[in-house]
């Protein structure tokens, strides 16, 4: 390539090129300089650069001057470091959205891990728990474990069961109704910390009509109520009471007896 054939903006970006490539950030010289590299002109210039570069730095520095200046602050390379990248206001913004969208997507993954079948039912009934005053309900002082045969024979309601887990708590009273949905509920107000159980449907596939399982119990929180779901038998079972997992978490992982 000669240098009759380079543009004039080559040319021009030419003169301000330094003698090593590894100094070059600009994008528009490193193209100069690569059309550039073959050229005998471009050769002779980097060579006499080199050449001027090399007797500069053999002339000694007067002392007078490296007493009043130190000599690591006269030349020194500036060279682009991470520092620099993070203080630059595009990659600072551009970190923070990707970090805002990295946090967004972690808590939709973890509120994904946690959903389960009846979960929008479980949180409807922990509004209706905080909102239920106990002389509303018929009293039946009894054990909860008990209450599976006073909903089927009272209330026709099949595997309307309190887990193992609490069936050795006592009982204030009950009541049944149906919800917005028109599912048949079961709620109960236990003795201890003031706690209330529901018992209702589980969700149902609405194409097949299949019952819609999950294994183990499944926590879910409402206005400072939560409820500990498990399903069985095509019911699912709530204990819910006014606090935090951690007041409901000694409940269910204890053996049943």
Known sequence: MSATRLSRRDQILLKCAPIGEKQIDDRSLRTAVHHARNTPAFATQQNFDKAAAALVQAIPIPKEIIEWVPTETLI????????????????????????????????????????????????????????????????????????????FMKHRLAHYDVPAEFADLKTLGLRVFDDEEGQRVAQVWAVEKKMQFFLFPAERDPKSGATKHFNGWRYVDQDRWTGVVKEEGGVCFMAALRGSQGDLAPYVSKPKS
């Open 76 to 151: 020194v390379p500036e060279r682009t470091t991470w520092k620099k990248y993070v203080q630059n206001p595009v990659f600072l913004a551009t970190g923070i959205a990707a970090l805002v969208i990295a946090v967004i997507l972690a808590f939709q993954l973890i509120d994904r891990l946690n959903r389960f079948p009846g979960e929008p039912t479980a949180r409807r009934l922990l509004t209706t728990a905080a909102s239920t005053h106990s002389v509303i309900l018929d009293p039946v002082k009894t054990n909860a474990g008990a209450l599976g045969d006073y909903f």
